[in-house]
Every structure is written in structure tokens, then in C-alpha cells.
């Protein structure tokens, strides 16, 4: 049992893992062995983050925009020059839009779409000649999609686009696991509940909205970094090799409500 949740030695991608819960997942795992590779946008932040984390461990950076699928094949190329196998995917990065039904810009669908979904499949496929060379029956690869419990009940604020991209990428993970199953590759998601980042500021920041969402979630408390990495660990390492096509809710059992 000493190794069950081991990640020691592993090659992940954490997209979106310069801030917020990518930067959790990428932090859990470069603190339990892994060799991390982190990706997002703005190219300075990214680089500053992965030289912070590498005074742990090993970390590096490959800036790319996923918004676009020239950035998402620029990164899958730029992975697959720089490691032989990809043990582990984190398809994290991700953006939310919120407005009233009728104020609702139709530029938001299309923005969610391509960074929350299609990104996400094009990535994963795009990578699948890495995830092929680490996959085995003792040990799969692992693809970890980062959903949402907005796209399991349906969210408070007015966030129309968003919770129905976070459903596609429950769907689309059901999809994966299925077709990818036989390849010895292994998709999950996990779908959080309320967690302290840039995306969520509007809400935690003000101590008011802050109490008021920590009041509905059944165990009295916003997310913590733990809570994220440790899910994303166990779905890495030898406990979670049997698991595919699962959507885990870690969210303090908001979603108990219904
Ligand atoms: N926080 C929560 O409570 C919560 C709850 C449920 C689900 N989630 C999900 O968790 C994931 C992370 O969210 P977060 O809350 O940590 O948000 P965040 O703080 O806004 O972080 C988003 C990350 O994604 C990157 N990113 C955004 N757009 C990108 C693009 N077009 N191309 C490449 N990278 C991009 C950002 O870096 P750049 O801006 O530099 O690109 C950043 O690293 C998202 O999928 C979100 O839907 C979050």
C-alpha cells in the first residue's frame, strides 16, 4: 500500500496552471514528485509561476492560448518535443461569463465554447501519441478534465453559457472514456464546488457573499488547495487506475441539495 497514491516520476500538463485551481493541482503535484509542465496565456506570469515552483520540484512553462486551435496544436506540439510520454493530462484552463437572460452577449457562447470544450477535445487529441506512449494495463494514462457543479444542478447566478459548456465537458468526458478505454487511457473529471481563485474573486472577496456561499455548502467551507490536488493525485496514481468516466463532484456536498 506505500505507493498506492504515488505520482513520483510522472510527466502532467496542467493547463490553466499559472493561478487558481490549476495552480493548486500543478503545486500538489510537483510537491509529490511529478514533472510538471504548465500552460496559459500571459507568457510572463506563466514562466514566473513554473520558476516558483521548480524551488520544489520540477516545473516548466509553455505559454499558449487555448482559446484558438492554433494555440491548442501549438502547445500539444511544443509537449511532445520536450518529453517522450505524457503520464497525465489536466485539462483545467477555462473562463465564465455571467449576465442577465437578456443582456446575455452571444460572443460569450462562443468564447466558452472554444476555451471550456473544444479545446479540451482537440488538446486530448492532439496529445494522444504522448498519452499512447505512457499507457499500460498495469498503469494507464490519464486525462483529467476539469468540469463544474454548475454543470450538474443549476448554479445561482445567471451564467448561461458557462453551465452548459461545464455539462458538455461531463458529457464529452463520458465520451472519451468510453472510446479511449481499450487504449489503456483513462478520462475522469472533476467538477468543484466553490474554490478561491481569480474566477471566483466577485464572489469570496466580498466577506458578506463570502459567509453567504460558505452557508449553503453542507460542510461549512470554501475548497482548499488539498481538497483539489489530492482529488487530481488520486485519479493519477495506482488508486485511481480503475476509475474512467467518472465526474466527481469536490464540493463539500453542494450538489447534495439537488
Ligand atoms: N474556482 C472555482 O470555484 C471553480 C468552480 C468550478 C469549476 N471551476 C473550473 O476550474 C477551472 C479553473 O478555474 P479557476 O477558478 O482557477 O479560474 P482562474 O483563476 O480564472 O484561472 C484560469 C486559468 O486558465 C488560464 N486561461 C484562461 N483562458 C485561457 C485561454 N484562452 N488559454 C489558455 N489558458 C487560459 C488562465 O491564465 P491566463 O489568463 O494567463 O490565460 C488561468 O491560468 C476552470 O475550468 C473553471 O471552470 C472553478
Redesign the pocket.
Known amino acids: 500500500m506505500k505507493d498506492l497514491f504515488s505520482v513520483e516520476g510522472k510527466t502532467v500538463l496542467v493547463?490553466?496552471?499559472?493561478?487558481?485551481?490549476?495552480?493548486?493541482i500543478a503545486r500538489g503535484f510537483v510537491a509529490a514528485g511529478a514533472h510538471v509542465i504548465i500552460?496559459?496565456?500571459?507568457a510572463d506570469?506563466?514562466e514566473a509561476v513554473a520558476t516558483e515552483l521548480s524551488t520544489h520540484g520540477r516545473c516548466e512553462a509553455i505559454?499558449?492560448?487555448?482559446?484558438?486551435d492554433e494555440?491548442v496544436q501549438h502547445l500539444a506540439a511544443a509537449v511532445q518535443d520536450r518529453v517522450d510520454k505524457l503520464d497525465v493530462l489536466v485539462n483545467?484552463?477555462?473562463?465564465?461569463w455571467g449576465a442577465p437572460l437578456e443582456d446575455y452577449p452571444e460572443s460569450a457562447f462562443d468564447k466558452l465554447w472554444?476555451?471550456?470544450v473544444k479545446?479540451v477535445f482537440r488538446l486530448t487529441t492532439a496529445l494522444l501519441p504522448a498519452l499512447r506512449a505512457a499507457a499500460g494495463p498495469e498503469d494507464p494514462a490519464r486525462v483529467i478534465n476539469?468540469?463544474?457543479?454548475?454543470g450538474i444542478r443549476v448554479p445561482l447566478m445567471e451564467v448561461y453559457a458557462?453551465s452548459a459548456t461545464?455539462a458538455a465537458v461531463h458529457m464529452l468526458t463520458r465520451s472519451l472514456a468510453h472510446q479511449l478505454a481499450g487504449e489503456q487511457i483513462t478520462v475522469n473529471a472533476i467538477?468543484?464546488?466553490?474554490?478561491?481563485?481569480?474566477?471566483?474573486a466577485f464572489a469570496l472577496d466580498d466577506p458578506g457573499s463570502r459567509s453567504a456561499i460558505e452557508a449553503q455548502v453542507p460542510l461549512g467551507r470554501i475548497?482548499r488547495p488539498e481538497d483539489m490536488a489530492g482529488t487530481a493525485i488520486y485519479l493519477a496514481s495506482r488508486a485511481g487506475a480503475y476509475l474512467t468516466g467518472a465526474v466527481i463532484p469536490v464540493d463539500g456536498g453542494l450538489t447534495t441539495h439537488g
Do not use: H, Q, W
Not at 15 to 24: E, F, N
Not at 92 to 96: D, M, P, Q, S, V
Not at 146 to 150: A, F, K
Open positions: 493547463t490553466g496552471g499559472s493561478r487558481g485551481i490549476g495552480l493548486m500552460s496559459s496565456r500571459k506570469v506563466c505559454p499558449a492560448d487555448l482559446g484558438r494555440g483545467n484552463a477555462g473562463a465564465t472554444a476555451v471550456n479545446s476539469i468540469g463544474s457543479i454548475d458557462y461545464k467538477a468543484p464546488g466553490p474554490f478561491e481563485s481569480k474566477m471566483m475548497g
